[in-house]
Every structure is written in C-alpha cells, then in structure tokens.
C-alpha cells in the first residue's frame, strides 16, 4: 500500500456522523444530523430486531434529496437489521435475509449512490466454510448490475461463530461476489480490536495487513467506536471515544490517517445526541 499524503490546501473534509431514527422520517434525521454537526449519518432500513420496513413519505423523500445535496452530505451508511443473517442453520432465518436484503435494496435506490452496511452473520454450527458461501450465494441473488447501492461487509468482533474478524473470511466472501464493483468494507474499530488486530498500537500496520489481503480499494466505511474490552476479547462492547481500551490517541490517527478521512465515520457509541455532538466536536478537534 503506497503512502498518501495530502497538502495542506488538498485538505479533506472529515465526514462524521452517527445513528439516527428514520421515525419521524428523512427530513428530520437531516435537521437532527446538522444540529450536531454532523455531515454523515447511518440509519436502519427497518426495526434492528427485524419486522416490516416502514413506509416512505414521498414528499418527505423529496426535500430530505434537497437538503443533502444543499447541505454537501458525505455517503450516508444504511444498516440492515441486526437479525440478517444469510448463513444461519435456520432456513426461515435465511429467507428473512433474502428478503429483507432484496426489500432494502431497493428502497435504497430512492436515495442512490448510498451504502447498505451488513453483518456477515453468524454460522451457528455450520463451519466458516459454508457460512461463507451462504453469504456469498445470498449477495449473489440481491446485487444487480444496476443498482447505485454498494454492499457493504462490516469487520464483527468475532463472538460465538460470527463471520469476518478476520480479514481472510471478508477476503473469501469478496472472492464468490460476482458483481465485484457494488460490494465494499466497513471498518469497526471496537470489533477489529476486539477480534485481534492492534489499530490501538499502530493502524498503519493493520491497514496494510487489510490491504494485503482484502485490498483498500474495498474500504469504504468506518465505524467510529472505543471498545470496553483489550484487544482480542471478541466481546463487541463499545464505549465513548476516549473512554475505553482505544483511548483518544487512536482516533487521532484514524481520522489523521489519509486512507480513512476520505471516508464516512459513523458514530455507534453509547449515547444520545447531545453526546455525539460532543464526540463529533473531539472527532474533528484531532484533526492536524
């Protein structure tokens, strides 16, 4: 991986950003985002314990499409619910999956050129190897050549029989999707420490560890996040930034890093607006 560096006046803004409630619909998750300062933010396509999708307001849809562009928003990072999951040993779980990948998908369309960030799923006794191909045979069904939408594989902490802490089983899933250009990566830091690598010592190191087998060109995303726990615990517990094993020091060289300040950081952090105001005025007082 060639180092980047950029002058001062090629700058790059930082996009920052957190979860937000589409329950009152997309115009106020605009004025929530721009009430914290934020140019990014992630929202769930649907209930995160799963459910129907809400209905969307039209008119609402239209003036959110306005304010982002008037507003110069980064990529915004759709969530799929946290009960996907495309390799359980559950056929029904499965087809909640298939379904509710390929509802989403095109609902994402209604805001295109956006992110629909997944986790992996878990195996439930079924071997890495064939969850991975279930993964793989799921996004092979829902991709279409023509959407705007890129899928995005997020790095899991590694608790119980998740796939992708390891950046050889996001590698394996990216090897069987055929539609290469719509799938990408998102980064969390809580899970990548938990799961074993050391951004907290050195994020240079893990990003060409990434690169070497996944390739960079797939990052596509961040999730911002300190974690509870040491580095390998698989535990997925976040904390505050700055509050937790990560510490301050981290997140400086994340968002100093020039291969991640081009990217959407989104905040999954234990709080409320106020408290992710403040984390996106930390984000951005790091920055050289």
Do not use: W
């Not at 959407?147 to 990216?174: C, D, P, W, Y």
């Not at 290469?180 to 830091?189: A, F, R, S, W």
Request: hydrophobic share 35%; with cysteine.
């Amino acid at each position: 991986m060639k180092e980047v560096k950029y002058t001062r006046k090629d700058k790059i803004m930082l996009y920052l950003g957190c979860h937000l409630s589409t329950t009152k619909g997309y115009v106020n998750m605009m004025k929530e985002a721009l009430s914290i300062g934020a140019n990014t933010f992630a929202f769930f396509t649907r209930n995160p314990r799963g459910g129907k999708a809400k209905a969307i307001d039209e008119k609402d849809l239209n003036k959110f499409l306005e304010l982002y562009e008037e507003n110069g928003f980064g990529k915004l990072v759709a969530h799929a619910p946290y009960t996907l999951n495309p390799c359980s040993a559950n056929e029904n779980v499965r087809e909640f999956a298939y379904q509710a990948m390929k509802e989403d998908l095109d609902r994402m369309e209604l805001i295109p050129n956006q992110y629909y960030n997944f986790h992996p799923g878990s195996h439930t006794g079924l071997g890495v190897d064939a969850g991975v191909e279930m993964i793989a045979e799921l996004l092979n069904k829902v991709i279409k050549p023509e959407q705007t939408t890129t899928v995005l594989l997020e790095t899991m902490a590694g608790k119980g029989s998740e796939i992708g802490s390891k950046f050889e089983e996001i590698r394996a899933i990216i090897d069987r999707v055929e539609l290469k250009d719509k799938i990408g990566v998102c980064l969390d830091t809580c899970h990548v420490s938990d799961g074993g690598y050391d951004i907290k010592q050195d994020i240079g190191t893990v990003l060409n560890e990434f690169d070497k087998i996944v390739g960079i060109k797939y990052l596509k995303a961040l999730h911002v996040n300190d974690s509870i726990n040491p580095i390998g615990a698989k535990k997925d517990r976040h904390a505050k930034i700055g509050e937790g094993y990560l510490g301050v020091d981290t997140f400086k060289a994340v968002v100093n890093n020039p291969y991640l300040k081009e990217l959407p950081m989104i905040l999954e952090t234990p709080n409320e607006l106020d408290g992710y105001k403040r984390e996106i005025e930390l984000l951005r007082s790091l920055e050289d």
